[in-house]
């Protein structure tokens, strides 16, 4: 079993930046595919980043709506994972969600239901 605690949300002006974090417990966070997901009021969950953590092509995915502006990365020390998150829009305003999925390989898993174990979310906002 893993668990997943989510935080660094809060309240940013429009071209802001945050960095949210998630820390990992109970196993390695490289053990497991990761991603970050996020959900609007009245919206779907929908996945952010991704990765596989391998390194070649394919195993690190962006929603094309954040692409350039946010990037997964991991802390193999402190055994947490990281999303950065630049230029940010008031559009990208949701509760951001980490996940963890046993399936490590390809392809990429980007899909809610693929995923094993969810933190609680922390709430990003940004305002115009």
């Known amino acids: 079993q893993v668990q997943l605690v989510e935080s660094g949300g809060g309240l940013v002006q429009a071209g802001g930046s945050l960095r949210l974090s998630c820390a990992v417990s109970?196993?390695?966070?490289?053990?497991?595919?990761m991603g970050w997901f996020r959900q609007a009021p009245g919206k779907e969950r929908e996945s952010v980043a991704a990765?596989?953590?391998?390194?070649?092509?394919?195993?690190?995915y962006y929603a094309d709506s954040v692409k350039g502006r946010f990037t997964i990365s991991g802390d193999n020390a402190k055994n947490t994972v990281y999303l950065q998150m630049n230029s940010l829009k008031p559009e990208d305003t949701a509760v951001y969600y980490c996940?963890?999925?046993?399936?490590?390989?390809?392809?990429?898993?980007?899909?809610?239901?693929?995923?094993?174990?969810w933190g609680q979310g922390t709430q990003v906002t940004v305002s115009s």
């Open positions: 109970g196993r390695p966070f490289s053990w497991y595919a």
């Open positions: 990765t596989n953590w391998s390194g070649s092509d394919g195993s690190t």
């Open positions: 996940a963890a999925t046993y399936e490590l390989g390809r392809p990429l898993r980007t899909a809610t239901n693929h995923y094993n174990f």
